[in-house]
């Protein structure tokens, strides 16, 4: 272990923790001794502690808490306890070491046994301390992987890359560098420094990094612990320095065997000694790295990049180059992959691709390409002849018709003219069948709730949270008098037609209905009801007629956020004018049964009065008859006749009554017209009025 051994004593008794203090200074370690237990926790976690001696029973807290107390923090859960005790139940040790205890020492404590204990509990702390530092490392490398191996930007996982490193390793600088190419190459990139986000793709020259040039000639890791003593680095030790450099680490990439590059880790402290896990944790990242770059074709692209690119191969050659580079890429793609010459004949295809078309890829391998698609091959060779041509990527979708299962799929096939000096094409195939199926039936689910929605005899319209309406049917087109167009929300890239963009507290025709409404809605969402209906409202039409509506409105939903509101509206003037003449119906039949009634009461009263009129009638005529000239009693029996006549002829239009019809009398008093209610609509009516 570096450093001094620290050791704390936690000990209550001054003359043994004197005496332990002693013993151990004697064996080189440094000692820390603690009297009041009850500050020992937080003092062992204020420094770096390697192990701890205390004595189980304490004055003021208790051996077996205090032991937990230690295992339970993340400072000190974990530094090796070895526990001093008089006791010799067997009860205390068991119950010392579930608490936490990793040793103990009887009392009167022997020295050598002491520091023999002492030295194995080192042992052991160095083999679990290196232990979690592996297990530290491997998930770091799990993780890098995982980094490098995604389909993030490569710069942005080249820099987390070495960040990574940077913060495991303590190095305040650690950079990656890929090489250039070539018979005697002086160029090198650094594609990502821990210190420096921005740095991607650097060029530097190898002639000023001899330790690059180094590892590049020998193909291991090199470790320089002090610049000043370093014969590799005396011609750059002054630049170096004024880096603040003092220490550097650089292992290689390898692809193909060969050094692509390295990584590069500078500090400014001096390092006699590097752990071995934080190099071969190094040496693995830079392998990882290799592989990445291998993948992601970074190692193409850059060599293209470079000033010196090497003299091209002989085709043949590269061809194989090629083929061997698309089985890594391609073989486990989720996406059909073929390569071809500018014949169609297949060099390359992997299993997504036999899938496809129903064939092995070994089997696919020198076909023509047009074989695997039936009717279509005339459609793929030109797309192979435009390609030539170009450097576009050339896509059609067709339908292909598996030759074994006779199942139909729908494929987007995509064709790009790789190197156009080779004459070889990558063929992408992607099965989209399932897609097209489902985008056909959502495509139907739409068209028949579009025209669910168009059909309803109602008037349905919804908005979104700003109140811009966004649903209009044929219905509300009835009922307001707008088109669909002439309200609905443009699209952004295209201007509204006829009434500009409208929102749709326009339709109602109180300018505080649209509040109204939201509130009701608002208010029945906290009771838990998801509707809330308005048996009648207006609304404002197109003329500015208001209009009486019947509504039912509602959020509207997309999972648990709300996105707008919706309301149903059923014109209630047809229903309303229904219910007028219902009334008006209503009150002439109720008219007529009063006609009818009083009619019949007039009937009876002149049956009843034509008795006795009679009887009055026929006496007054007789009295005249007996009465001479010259009685006096004569003018008064004329009399009673006269009145008796003219009360029958009262009577006689009782009994015709037919209607209600009155005339004024005393005052503000209105009394029946006997003349007209006795009258039949056919006899013009005499002179008077009501």
Not at 38 to 47: D, K, L, T, W
Not at 631 to 647: G, Q, T, Y
Request: hydrophobic fraction near 40%.
């Amino acid at each position: 272990m570096a450093g001094p051994i620290h050791i704390v004593i936690i000990e209550e008794d001054q003359l043994i923790s004197t005496w332990l203090a002693d013993l151990l200074h004697t064996a080189d370690y440094r000692v820390s001794v603690i009297a009041d237990a009850s500050i020992a926790v937080s003092s062992a976690r204020s420094g770096q502690v390697d192990i701890i001696l205390t004595e189980l029973a304490t004055t003021d807290v208790d051996g077996f808490e205090l032991l937990r107390d230690f295992k339970s923090r993340h400072e000190t859960e974990y530094i090796p306890i070895m526990v001093m005790t008089s006791s010799n139940h067997e009860d205390d040790f068991r119950l010392a070491f579930e608490a936490g205890a990793d040793d103990f020492v009887r009392k009167p404590i022997a020295p050598h046994e002491l520091l023999g204990r002492i030295n194995a509990l080192l042992r052991h702390k160095q083999d679990k301390d290196q232990l979690r530092a592996k297990r530290r490392d491997t998930a770091m490398l799990l993780e890098l992987t995982q980094i490098l191996t995604s389909t993030r930007n490569i710069d942005e996982n080249m820099f987390t890359v070495v960040r990574s490193v940077a913060n495991l390793t303590n190095f305040e600088r650690v950079s990656m560098i890929l090489f250039g190419q070539g018979e005697d190459p002086v160029d090198a990139f650094v594609i990502a420094a821990s210190d420096n986000p921005s740095m991607k793709r650097h060029r530097i020259e190898l002639t000023t990094y001899p330790e690059l040039l180094e590892v590049r000639r020998r193909s291991r890791p090199l470790v320089i612990p002090d610049i000043d003593h370093s014969d590799l680095l005396h011609q750059v030790r002054d630049t170096l320095h004024q880096k603040n450099v003092r220490s550097c680490v650089v292992v290689p990439i390898l692809l193909d065997d060969e050094v692509q590059g390295a990584l590069l880790l500078r500090t400014s402290s001096e390092q006699e000694h590097w752990p071995a896990n934080i190099m071969e944790f190094c040496v693995l990242v830079a392998n990882a790295t290799s592989i990445a770059l291998r993948n992601a074709r970074t190692y193409d692209d850059l060599r293209t990049r470079a000033a010196f690119a090497e003299v091209r191969k002989r085709e043949a050659e590269k061809k194989a180059e090629i083929f061997e580079r698309f089985g890594d890429y391609f073989h486990f793609s989720t996406i059909g992959m073929m390569v071809t010459d500018h014949d169609g004949a297949v060099a390359f295809a992997n299993e997504e691709a036999g899938r496809i078309v129903e064939a092995t890829p070994s089997a696919m391998v020198g076909q023509n390409l047009g074989v695997f698609f039936g009717d279509n091959r005339e459609v793929v060779h030109s797309m192979i002849s435009d390609a030539a041509q170009s450097n576009d990527v050339f896509t059609r979708e067709i339908t292909l018709m598996a030759p074994r299962s006779a199942v139909t799929r729908t494929v987007i096939v995509r064709l790009r003219h790789l190197e156009q000096h080779m004459g070889t094409f990558i063929v992408s195939l992607t099965d989209v069948t399932e897609e097209r199926k489902l985008g056909e039936e959502l495509q139907r689910t739409k068209d028949f709730l579009e025209s669910l929605i168009d059909s309803s005899p109602d008037a349905i319209v919804a908005a979104d949270r700003n109140g811009d309406m966004v649903l209009f049917n044929r219905g509300a087109e009835r009922l307001f008098g707008y088109k669909a167009e002439e309200v609905i929300r443009p699209d952004k890239d295209r201007p509204a037609t006829g009434v500009s963009r409208r929102r749709i507290t326009r339709l109602y025709a109180r300018p505080d209905q649209a509040f109204l409404i939201m509130k009701a809605l608002k208010d029945a969402r906290e009771a838990g009801e998801e509707t809330v209906s308005f048996p009648r409202i207006e609304i404002r039409g197109r003329n500015g007629e208001e209009i009486p509506v019947a509504m039912n409105a509602s959020f509207i939903y997309e999972g648990d956020v709300e996105v707008g509101t919706m309301g149903i509206f059923r014109d209630l003037r047809e229903k309303e004018e229904v219910e007028r003449k219902l009334n008006a119906v209503e009150a002439e039949l109720a008219q007529r049964e009063r006609i009818a009634a009083m009619a019949e009461l007039a009937g009876a009263a002149a049956h009843e009065l034509n008795q006795p009129l009679t009887a009055v009638m026929g006496y007054a005529e007789l009295m005249l008859k007996r009465l001479p000239p010259e009685d006096r009693n004569r003018r008064a029996a004329e009399a009673i006749f006269r009145e008796a006549e003219r009360l029958a002829d009262i009577v006689k239009k009782i009994g015709r009554i037919t209607k209600y019809e009155t005339t004024s009398y005393v005052g503000q008093t209105r009394i029946l017209d006997l003349d007209k209610a006795a009258q039949s609509d056919e006899t013009p009516p005499s002179a008077g009025g009501k």
